[in-house]
């Protein structure tokens, strides 16, 4: 039985004899098996370290801040302390303040890119807080998209943060006629005091689908802690 050494021996003797044309077509036909399962091992295992080193893993927070130039993404050091506020792990996933929001709801926002981006965001679920001037915020509540915070599920909310609750009377009639409360005042906030965003005050909404309420009452503790 010949030995490996012995046949890769044989094998390049036997190619030494064709022409460089005859070699490509020879290795081919009897190798191509070989070559297509050795691309795909390299393509998988290329992937497969990509994905580990740049795709995020769990969500662990998410806001939007719409209409503000200020610094509170990723990097910033709005985004570094509040981190580090809530002690997260960002090996194990992420966290994610979208500031590149520019739409102005109370007014003609049809049309508008980041509005239909906002929506989108709002009725998936996949934000867990919004932040914008209270007279937006107030048009998106309207519209049922904020949680109303007399709900079961903003007890906590509304026994901490009830003196800052900002109100809307919904659109559907059926739903209330009353004024519900669907923001909370950010007035005093880090966000609006020490890093300068919204100079004509800010009002916090909760998506009414956010399944990370905890992560959300975090976030507020971080804001409004030192002032409430």
């Known amino acids: 039985m010949r030995t490996l050494s012995q046949w890769a021996r044989d094998e390049k003797e036997k190619l030494e004899e064709y022409s460089p044309q005859d070699r490509l077509k ?3 036909q009897y190798y191509k098996l070989w070559i297509i399962g050795i691309a795909f091992l390299l393509s998988f295992s290329t992937y497969a370290v990509w994905n580990y080193f740049t795709v995020p893993g769990e969500v662990l927070f998410y806001g939007i801040f719409s209409n503000t130039y200020a610094q509170l993404g990723q990097g910033s050091s709005f985004y570094n302390d509040f981190v580090d506020f809530a002690e997260y792990d960002l090996k194990q996933g992420v966290v994610e303040l979208d500031c590149t929001n520019y739409c102005k709801p109370s007014g003609r926002a ?3 890119t980041y ?21 937006d915020v107030i048009a998106i509540g309207e519209t049922g998209r904020l949680m109303d915070l007399n709900s079961d599920a903003a007890a906590r909310l509304r026994e901490r943060y009830a003196n800052r609750f900002v109100y809307c009377t919904p659109l559907r009639e059926d ?20 890093y300068s965003a919204y100079p004509n005050g800010a009002v916090l909404g909760v998506n009414a689908y956010t399944g990370r309420l905890e992560q959300v009452l975090v976030f507020l503790s971080y804001l ?4 409430t």
């Not at 409004?224 to 002032?227: N, P, S, Y």
Request: proline share 4%; hydrophobic share 40%.
């Open 26 to 28: 020879y290795i081919w």
């Open 110 to 112: 049809t049309g508008n």
């Open 115 to 135: 509005y239909e981006k906002l929506i989108s965001m709002l009725d998936s679920g996949v934000d867990d807080v919004w932040v914008a001037e209270a007279e």
């Open 175 to 194: 739903y209330s006629s009353e004024p519900v409360p669907i923001g909370i005042d950010l007035t005093g906030s880090v966000l609006t005091g020490e």
């Open 224 to 227: 409004l802690d030192d002032v």
